[in-house]
């Protein structure tokens, strides 16, 4: 039935070109250039709390430790707020301008920075940003409706790529210009990717999704480099409109005959009837589909894990573990370096996803990052290696985590739900990586202070352990498939 549905009687399926391949490469880089700006925002405190709270500081007075604490946090405050209506966002105002619309709370937040100098300002900048940085994660969805089924993996995890090279350049500049300068700089950056979004076509899905048949002919045109009066666009938007239909979990639950589907294509009054928009809310949606019911477990339990591997307090803790281990090194130059080991796995990750498949990679850096969590925790329990030891497991974690189970949950997030639910379960995965991301690290320092540094390590190797085991048994592998063809995947007994 899964093939049936790749290559119904005809639909003509277009075929990646190596120009489609680049427009589509140069459209994504402009779309995670929004990406870069959320590594701009979560670089920058680093290189200004020493001077925030010394007796030189630029504000008009310095800050106190509790101020410093909600420097680093309120971020996360502001994107889990936001969350909630990323989903309306995209959904009413399309993928396009509600991106862009998440690209000015970065532009407000450096403006706030470049003309206040009281804290409380300061703190409410973060906040302000932490809303783009929660459109920034929702984005993700522009780019897999856009990208070709082969390479959708790739071009996804390409935004992964984008907020490590914003968090590499923004250690860069905070570690070798002044204050204002690094200030404007990111504010100029932030205000470039909102123009370069402003040049790409709206997503074909959104514009089926709203009826506007032929804004997305043209939209498949430009992101396929094909006439938009060509076979290939009409079988396309008849793609669309199948995973737009609400008879398409019956037929695939009900395992029916290749006929059924060529019988979905004959009824031309229906299909575009399809193309106009939902009268059901998405929650509505939702709670009808049972393929994005079983999607959404799964997402969450892989989102929701990656998590609690220890990757965020591995960072933030990174700086004392340096400090120990290579004195003779500035945390600066050491955060730069953890910031290209995070940057190349990233872009690695672009490279295999789409060859090795979803499943693969979550296994395989999953049962990795358990190992190194397990030899960082006997390390710092024990001390039985060189403290250089402890910086190569830093890495290794951080590498092994980010080719993978760091990037991969966003990916599905993005390319498992149906269209018309699409953003909607977005804001439910982004809201449960902000919840777990608060209790990881609420609860981090209370366990450390009980249990010791060492074994809680031991503790994230486990959830690193669960995950492997989880995703060999209950995630189905997506890559190089359409929406239909995914849901199928969800629609079975055993994934």
Not at 175 to 180: E, I
Not at 304 to 333: D, H, K
Not at 348 to 363: A, E, T, W
């Amino acid at each position: 039935m899964v093939k049936c549905l790749q290559k119904p009687e005809n639909m003509e399926k277009i075929k990646l070109k190596l120009s489609a391949f680049l427009i589509q490469i140069i459209a994504t880089s402009c779309i995670c250039f929004l990406a870069c700006q959320t590594g701009f925002a979560c670089a920058w405190p680093s290189g200004t709390i020493h001077m925030f709270q010394s007796n030189d500081t630029v504000l008009s007075t310095p800050m106190t430790t509790f101020e410093v604490s909600l420097l680093g946090s309120l971020g996360n405050v502001g994107a889990l707020a936001a969350t909630p209506f990323c989903g309306y966002a995209f959904n009413n105002f399309g993928r396009k301008y509600a991106s862009i619309l998440f690209g000015l709370p970065y532009v407000i937040n450096w403006a706030i920075i470049s003309l206040a100098k009281g804290v409380p300002w300061i703190l409410l900048a973060v906040t302000i940003a932490g809303v783009g940085i929660a459109g920034q994660n929702a984005s993700l969805i522009f780019i897999s409706e856009i990208s070709h089924d082969s390479i959708r993996g790739g071009m996804t995890a390409l935004s992964a790529s984008g907020y490590f090279l914003g968090l590499m350049a923004g250690y860069a500049l905070g570690g070798y210009l002044p204050y204002y300068h690094v200030v404007y700089a990111n504010m100029t950056m932030a205000v470039i990717a909102m123009v370069l979004l402003m040049l790409l076509p709206e997503s074909p899905v959104f514009l089926v999704l709203v009826g506007k048949t032929e804004a997305a002919a043209k939209s498949i045109a430009f992101y396929n480099k094909v006439e938009p009066t060509s076979k290939e666009v009409e079988g396309e938007i008849k793609r669309i409109r199948i995973q737009l239909d609400p008879r398409l979990e019956k037929i695939l639950e009900a395992e029916q005959d290749p006929e059924a589907l060529s019988q979905l294509l004959a009824e031309n009054g229906k299909t575009e009837e399809i193309a106009k928009p939902h009268s059901e809310s998405a929650w509505k949606l939702f709670r009808e589909s049972k393929s994005s019911k079983r999607a959404m477990v799964i997402i969450l339990v892989l989102m929701v894990s990656s998590i609690l591997m220890g990757a965020p307090v591995m960072q933030i803790y990174a700086e004392p573990l340096f400090q120990e281990a290579v004195p003779t090194m500035s945390a600066n130059e050491c955060s730069i370096y953890l910031a290209i080991v995070l940057l190349v796995a990233s872009v690695i990750c672009v490279l295999v996803v789409d060859k090795f498949g979803r499943k693969n990679l979550m296994i395989l850096t999953s049962l990795g990052s358990g190992v190194c969590n397990v030899l960082l925790g006997t390390q710092l329990h024990l001390k039985w290696a060189s403290p250089w030891f402890t910086v190569f497991l830093i890495y290794a974690f951080n590498f092994l985590f980010t080719l993978g189970c760091g990037v991969i949950p966003f990916i599905l997030t993005a390319e498992v739900f149906l269209p018309e639910v699409r953003s909607f379960c977005n804001s439910v995965v982004m809201s449960s990586l902000w919840v777990s991301l608060f209790v990881l690290l609420f609860i981090f320092n209370p366990i450390m202070e009980l249990i010791g540094l060492g074994p809680v390590f031991y503790c994230f190797s486990g959830v690193c352990f669960f995950l492997a085991i989880f995703s060999y048994i209950a995630l189905p592998e997506t890559k190089g498939l359409s929406a239909d063809a995914i849901q199928a995947l969800f629609l079975k007994k055993k994934a």
